[in-house]
């Protein structure tokens, strides 16, 4: 995890770095002492078990709960006590994981308001509002009220509006839970379009199929803590992930029982996606 | 904004506002044309109402505190600073602003929302009351009368038809203002505060700007209905300025007529108040009847078309012109659990 500010040539290392963020709820440590570090241009994925304190970090990163220790620093600019709307401002988007669409809205109108955030004619918003909505595949339903819409459905007006305000980072919280296996056949191309337009995307996800085809690099967050972090081949082997998911010594008696060590992966996939 | 948009979102209210100004020529009845004068009174401090409620959903129960400001600024400059009565009327919607702003930024800052907000804005309508009951300047208790002096000079006619006229211009006016702002950055954003705050301020919208700037644009509007409130009754005591009748006038108006559609407070008022008067005319005198009918109206429209007339009239629209109709009504509604009791 570099924590140096910059490369030699004056680009940054990364587009986003969390720096030992520790966030408290009373008693409960939700995160403790967590660093990540997001390359721009790269998908990263974060993953972990059920309160594990993913969402807790998003929110942190996303600025909607302050972080009781650590910095926050996006594009080498220290963004801890900027409010949730300022981070938008410049370039952190968010998807929530519970979607939150303005239900009485239609679709475009929903998209619109992301829009507007860099368009502040309303012809210009609702213009891009609908090339967005193309590109996630809403296109057809425009006019729908969001209320209307499937799960699916709901999931991409998330990310539509989230796009539609023209982020330089992009924050999804699992928003490929709640979709049936040919929903997300569907949507990962979608993402993957997104990364090549450019924007950085830091995922929370729990399809583990995706977060392995998708990201560039992983981070594993266990009850608050980061565990493991490197390419998606060698997380799915490291030991310490597969017990996080597992419980205690579940590594050693996968790698007793599957002589052949590289096929495991499969097995660990399998496994962590229940979990 | 293209011809398209033009035509379809103000070329309705251009309409509406001509056919009301033809009115005084085929009615002279004075009774009639208070009670018109009246209705768009009510109208205007309801359209405030509507902006900061129907389109912010933040619901006040204490826009008297606007009404009563925009009142007792227009009698107070004229009668003891002695100022021109056009300019009282306007510092009298500043301060409603202000005092908008104030009451927004003690809440909101604070967190304030639903019914707590409510509850806040009604308290401080009946402290502004109470305040302005047993002040000096205000009158007190007996009041403040705004000496007769009839001139275009003064914001004083002599007929009734002028009163309605410059109501009639005031409330096509702040149509004209609220239909831009539905079609602004600003009010998607403000409708996107309503909807889900969180979701608005993960797209950058300062939630708690916007909210400021609808409460001062609304306070703005209902202190210019008491403003002419003043120069037509040319009589305020606490009561009537600050007091509880305003505050319900001003909600239940858009309720009926269909909340965050900008038609919605003015079809509000003129059914509200159309209704009463008939069930007065028809009934003779029966104390109180006016009353009975609101709340009928009321529990009627809750009851069955929460989106009030605007939504029955749209969907009536819509069925007409068949099943290929485009969405492209006022601000959707509200959903219905987001009503306050009766």
Not at chain 1, 4 to 15: D, E, F, I, K, R
Not at chain 1, 40 to 52: C, F, K
């Given at each position: ?5 910059s ?9 986003l770095?969390?720096e030992?963020?520790?966030?408290r709820f009373?008693?409960?440590v ?6 990540l570090?997001?390359?721009p241009?790269s998908?990263?994925?974060?993953i972990g078990p059920?309160?594990?304190g993913?969402t807790?970090?998003?929110t942190v990163?996303?600025g909607?709960?302050p972080?009781t220790t650590g910095?926050?620093?996006?594009d ?7 409010p949730?709307?300022?981070?938008a401002?410049?370039g952190?988007?968010r998807?929530?994981q519970i979607?939150?669409?303005f239900?009485t809205l239609s ?8 829009a507007?955030?860099?368009?502040a ?9 609908r ?5 996630v595949g ?6 729908q009220?969001?209320?209307a ?6 999931k991409r007006?998330?990310?539509a509006?989230?796009l539609?305000t ?7 919280d699992?928003?490929l839970?709640?979709l ?6 569907d949507m990962i191309?979608?993402?993957?379009a997104?990364r090549?337009r450019g924007v950085t995307?830091?995922?929370v996800?729990?399809v583990m199929?995706?977060?392995?085809s ?7 967050l266990?009850?608050?803590?980061m565990i493991a972090q490197?390419p998606?081949?060698?997380i799915?082997r ?12 579940a590594a050693?008696r996968?790698q007793?029982?599957s ?12 496994h962590?996606?229940r979990? | 904004m293209?011809?398209?948009d033009l035509?379809t979102?103000?070329a309705?209210?251009l309409?509406v506002?001509a056919?009301?100004?033809l009115?005084p020529?085929?009615?002279s009845?004075?009774t009639?044309l208070?009670?018109?004068?009246f209705?768009?009174?009510i109208?205007l401090?309801a359209?405030g109402w509507?902006l900061?409620?129907?389109?912010g959903g ?7 505190a606007?009404?009563g400001?925009g009142a007792?600024?227009a009698a107070i400059?004229q009668v ?6 056009y ?16 009451i927004g930024?003690l809440?909101?800052?604070?967190g304030l929302r639903?019914s707590?907000?409510?509850?806040v804005t009604?308290a401080?309508a009946e402290?502004l ?10 009158g007190?208790?007996?009041?403040i009368?705004i000496p007769l002096?009839v001139?275009a000079w003064?914001?004083q006619f002599?007929?009734r038809?002028?009163y309605?006229w410059?109501?009639?211009?005031l409330?096509g006016a702040?149509l004209?203002l609220v239909r ?7 009010g ?17 919208v300062?939630a708690?700007?916007?909210k400021?700037k609808a409460?001062?644009?609304?306070g ?5 209905a ?5 120069q ?5 005591d606490?009561l009537?300025?600050y007091g ?6 001003a909600?239940l108006?858009p309720?009926?007529?269909g909340?965050?559609?900008?038609f919605?407070p003015?079809v509000g008022a003129l059914?509200l108040h159309?209704l009463?008067e008939?069930s007065?005319m028809f ?5 109180g009847?006016?009353?009975?009918v ?13 989106d ?8 009536l629209r819509?069925?007409l012109?068949g099943?290929t109709?485009?969405?492209t009504?006022?601000a959707?509604?509200l959903?219905?659990?987001e009503?306050p009791?009766?």
């Amino acid at each position: 995890m570099s924590l140096q500010t910059s490369h030699p040539t004056g680009l940054p290392t990364s587009l986003l770095r969390v720096e030992h963020v520790t966030k408290r709820f009373g008693g409960l440590v939700a995160v403790d002492d967590a660093s990540l570090a997001v390359a721009p241009g790269s998908i990263t994925g974060l993953i972990g078990p059920n309160g594990a304190g993913k969402t807790t970090l998003f929110t942190v990163i996303s600025g909607f709960e302050p972080a009781t220790t650590g910095r926050i620093v996006y594009d080498d600019r220290d963004v801890t006590a900027l409010p949730a709307h300022e981070r938008a401002r410049i370039g952190i988007a968010r998807t929530f994981q519970i979607v939150q669409p303005f239900a009485t809205l239609s679709v475009v109108e929903n998209i619109a308001v992301g829009a507007f955030l860099r368009h502040a004619a309303r012809a210009d918003a609702l213009a891009l509002a609908r090339r967005v909505a193309d590109q996630v595949g809403l296109g057809g339903m425009l006019d729908q009220p969001a209320r209307a819409l499937t799960v699916a459905g709901r999931k991409r007006l998330e990310l539509a509006r989230a796009l539609a305000t023209g982020p330089r980072l992009l924050l999804l919280d699992e928003v490929l839970a709640g979709l049936n296996p040919s929903e997300i056949r569907d949507m990962i191309p979608v993402i993957r379009a997104i990364r090549e337009r450019g924007v950085t995307i830091l995922i929370v996800e729990h399809v583990m199929q995706a977060v392995m085809s998708l990201c560039d690099d992983i981070y594993v967050l266990a009850q608050g803590r980061m565990i493991a972090q490197g390419p998606p081949a060698r997380i799915a082997r490291d030991p310490h992930v597969v017990e996080a998911y597992l419980g205690h010594g579940a590594a050693q008696r996968l790698q007793g029982k599957s002589t052949p060590v590289t096929p495991a992966d499969e097995t660990e996939d399998g496994h962590a996606q229940r979990a | 904004m293209n011809a398209r948009d033009l035509a379809t979102g103000f070329a309705p209210i251009l309409l509406v506002v001509a056919l009301l100004a033809l009115v005084p020529l085929f009615v002279s009845s004075n009774t009639v044309l208070n009670f018109l004068v009246f209705t768009l009174i009510i109208a205007l401090a309801a359209q405030g109402w509507n902006l900061l409620a129907g389109y912010g959903g933040q619901f006040s129960f204490g826009h008297a505190a606007f009404f009563g400001t925009g009142a007792y600024a227009a009698a107070i400059l004229q009668v003891n600073l002695g100022l021109n009565a056009y300019v009282a009327f306007l510092v009298g919607i500043g301060l409603g602003a202000l005092v908008g702003f104030v009451i927004g930024y003690l809440s909101f800052r604070s967190g304030l929302r639903g019914s707590y907000f409510a509850l806040v804005t009604l308290a401080f309508a009946e402290v502004l009351r109470i305040l302005a009951n047993s002040a000096g300047f205000t009158g007190g208790a007996a009041g403040i009368l705004i000496p007769l002096e009839v001139s275009a000079w003064n914001f004083q006619f002599e007929s009734r038809a002028a009163y309605y006229w410059v109501a009639l211009a005031l409330v096509g006016a702040v149509l004209v203002l609220v239909r831009a702002i539905e079609r602004a950055r600003f009010g998607a954003q403000l409708v996107a505060v309503r909807e889900n705050e969180a979701a608005a301020r993960a797209l950058g919208v300062d939630a708690l700007a916007v909210k400021l700037k609808a409460i001062a644009i609304s306070g703005a509007i209902t202190a210019a209905a008491g403003g002419l409130y003043a120069q037509y009754f040319l009589y305020l005591d606490a009561l009537i300025a600050y007091g509880p009748w305003i505050s319900i006038e001003a909600l239940l108006a858009p309720i009926v007529g269909g909340l965050g559609t900008v038609f919605g407070p003015l079809v509000g008022a003129l059914a509200l108040h159309g209704l009463s008067e008939g069930s007065k005319m028809f009934t003779g005198e029966i104390p109180g009847i006016d009353l009975v009918v609101f709340g009928v109206v009321l529990i009627l429209v809750v009851a069955f078309t929460p989106d009030g007339i605007m939504g029955v009239l749209g969907r009536l629209r819509r069925r007409l012109a068949g099943s290929t109709a485009k969405s492209t009504a006022n601000a959707a509604p509200l959903p219905a659990r987001e009503e306050p009791a009766a």
